[in-house]
């Protein structure tokens, strides 16, 4: 996401490349080409103006500190002033209720369904909380079978009444059923419609009206760009929701939603969506964002997600099992698994500062690791405990089983053991250091 915004903006700052001063000149070439690039990232043509002119205020005759190039200064400002137009703090979602009460609105097709069991799999994840899905589209009976394929999928208690017609009456009753069973947190996910109509927004207006929500979040998928915008504004203005989740930012998408809805209707992006996986749910930072933005990577969430998938007692037996010369290929597959749970590659790529950049033209595929796991499972037990037992016989069949060939599979046995004698010197102070950093970094939940 936001690559060819990335691009332009890059572009744009090079022009103040060796200039010991920002002076109007440089600064207005540089802001004519950030404008450009906001306007082709399908940004609101006022936002992108205002914009622009209140970072020319901040960089006219700013005196480029010693340790700073104005083309890194000017970043800065811009970096800044992305970070408060897409909502300056990071918003959180109301869970005071008991149960609390979360009203899902958008159109058709933005992803509202899928958004659902996401957020209840992140509350049931992350927030330790008991959540029950309620399916109040009455018009697409595949909708309300689509909730419970969902539900089934993440372990979540789903609850329709396929016969009744009356949405307002379903959610209603679905609140009681919450209070009677435990449930504490209550999704509503609401119709959707293929444009905007006053049968629509006089339904969910009711419905919003019978439960009161604690929280009304709109769902709008980020590749429709400005309008979407413009329908978040006309559903905010019947409902007057709290947040704004924006899906498929993981796709070909200008950007320009992400930016500007926060200006145009006054509410906070509260999560996004970046997959097709319920684990696919990130809350929504405007500072990650931003320096995602301008190509310098969200290492915070890289680290998060790392966090997440970290095992502190899987770690000591692994370590254990380096030091006495243990770790084998059923250990390697392991760390594999634990990677792969972070999320897509790309994704993970695009978090490292430089790298997402340097690679944003090579492909790079969520099944990479697809080659290795196939010749780690083309193994005996007995090999893949101890790699030594290897012989060219052993190396042709393992090669033959994964579809793969012996120069492959002799790639992948020289890697594991570079990185068996890495693993090795780590052992030491600064392996146990790495260690302890980690257990306090998870302890802190690095908030």
């Known amino acids: 996401m936001f690559d060819n915004l990335s691009d332009k903006l890059d572009k744009a700052f090079h022009i103040l490349k060796g200039h010991g001063k920002i002076t109007e000149v440089n600064v207005a070439e540089t802001l004519k080409e950030v404008r450009r690039a906001l306007l082709d990232a399908d940004v609101n043509f006022k936002i992108a103006k205002d914009f622009t002119n209140r970072v020319k205020e901040k960089a006219i005759g700013q005196d480029v500190l010693t340790t700073l190039q104005p083309g890194q200064l000017m970043v800065k400002i811009v970096k800044d002033e992305l970070i408060e137009l897409m909502g300056g703090d990071v918003a959180g979602i109301n869970l005071s209720g008991n149960p609390s009460v979360i009203l899902m609105s958008g159109l058709q097709g933005s992803g509202k369904t899928t958004f659902s069991g996401k957020l209840a799999n992140f509350l049931k994840t992350k927030k330790n909380k008991k959540p029950l899905l309620v399916a109040c589209d009455i018009y697409r009976p595949a909708a309300i079978n689509q909730l419970h394929v969902v539900g089934d999928q993440i372990g979540v208690e789903v609850y329709s009444e396929p016969e009744n017609k009356n949405a307002v009456s379903i959610a209603t009753n679905a609140i009681e059923h919450a209070k009677k ?266 908030k």
């Open 181 to 446: 069973n435990g449930f504490n947190v209550v999704i509503v996910d609401t119709a959707g419609r293929l444009a905007i109509d006053e049968e629509m927004m006089n339904e969910i207006a009711n419905v919003h009206a019978a439960i009161k929500p604690h929280e009304t979040l709109f769902v709008v998928d980020s590749m429709t760009g400005q309008d979407a915008v413009n329908t978040a504004k006309a559903f905010n203005d019947r409902l007057n929701f709290d947040g704004v989740v924006l899906t498929k930012l993981d796709g070909d998408t200008r950007g320009g939603a992400a930016i500007s809805i926060k200006s145009i209707v006054n509410k906070p992006i509260k999560f996004i969506g970046t997959g097709e996986k319920m684990d696919a749910i990130d809350v929504f930072y405007p500072d990650r964002m931003a320096d995602r933005i301008l190509g310098m990577g969200d290492v915070i969430s890289l680290v998060e997600r790392a966090q997440e998938q970290y095992d502190e007692e899987e770690a000591r037996k692994i370590q254990k099992k380096i030091a006495k010369n243990e770790f084998g290929f059923d250990d390697f597959l392991s760390q594999i698994q634990q990677v792969k749970k972070m999320g897509s590659m790309k994704d993970l790529v695009g978090m490292i500062p430089g790298v997402g950049k340097a690679l944003k033209d090579v492909e790079i595929e969520d099944d990479a690791f697809k080659h290795i796991e196939a010749i780690i499972h083309s193994m005996t037990p007995a090999e893949r405990k101890k790699p030594s037992l290897l012989d060219v016989k052993r190396k042709q069949r393992i090669a033959k089983g994964s579809g793969t060939d012996v120069q492959q599979v002799n790639q992948l046995l020289k890697q594991f053991d570079q990185m068996g004698k890495m693993m090795k010197m780590m052992q030491g102070a600064q392996g146990k250091n790495l260690m302890r950093m980690m257990g306090q970094m998870k302890g802190m939940g690095m």
